[in-house]
C-alpha cells in the first residue's frame, strides 16, 4: 500500500490545517492508522491513532483537545484536523498504516509509511 499525506503548510499560531493521508495500492480499512510528526533535530513522535472502524481514537497529550484524527474506509483515505495550532507543533507529519487493527503509540507496529507533509507554524 502506498500512502500520500497532504494538506500541510503554513499557518500562525492559532490557526488550523486539516490534513489528509490517502491510500493506494491496497485498503486500509481493517487496520488502525496513525499520525507521527518528525520536527528538525529530534526524532519521529506519536501524535494520533485511529483504529479500523473509526470509533476509537488515541491522541498524545500534547494535542489532545486540539487535534482530532478521522478516516473515510469507502474512501481510502484518513484525517488530522489541527486546531489551535502552536510553535512546537512545526514538523513533517507522517501517516502510516498499523499491522493491526487497534491504534498504537509504538511505531514498530506501522508497516506502511508515506512521505509526510510539511507543517509550519509561525508566531
Known amino acids: 500500500v502506498q500512502l500520500q499525506a497532504s494538506g500541510g503548510g503554513l499557518v500562525q499560531a492559532g490557526g488550523s490545517l486539516r490534513l489528509s493521508c490517502a491510500a493506494s495500492?491496497?485498503?486500509?480499512?481493517?487496520?488502525?492508522v496513525g499520525w507521527f510528526r518528525q520536527a528538525p533535530g529530534k526524532d519521529r513522535e506519536y501524535i494520533a491513532a485511529?483504529?479500523?472502524?473509526?470509533?476509537?481514537?488515541y491522541y498524545t497529550d500534547s494535542v489532545k483537545g486540539r487535534f482530532t484524527v478521522s478516516r473515510d474506509n469507502a474512501k481510502n483515505t484518513a484525517f488530522l484536523e489541527m486546531n489551535n495550532l502552536k510553535n512546537e507543533d512545526t514538523g513533517i507529519y507522517l501517516c502510516?498504516?498499523?499491522?493491526?487493527?487497534?491504534?498504537?503509540?509504538?511505531?514498530?507496529?506501522?508497516?506502511?509509511w508515506g512521505q509526510g507533509t510539511q507543517v509550519t507554524v509561525s508566531s
Open positions: 502510516a498504516r498499523d499491522r493491526r487493527c487497534t491504534g498504537s503509540p509504538t511505531l514498530a507496529l506501522y508497516d506502511f
Open positions: 495500492g491496497r485498503t486500509l480499512s481493517g487496520y488502525a
Open positions: 485511529i483504529n479500523w472502524s473509526g470509533r476509537s481514537t
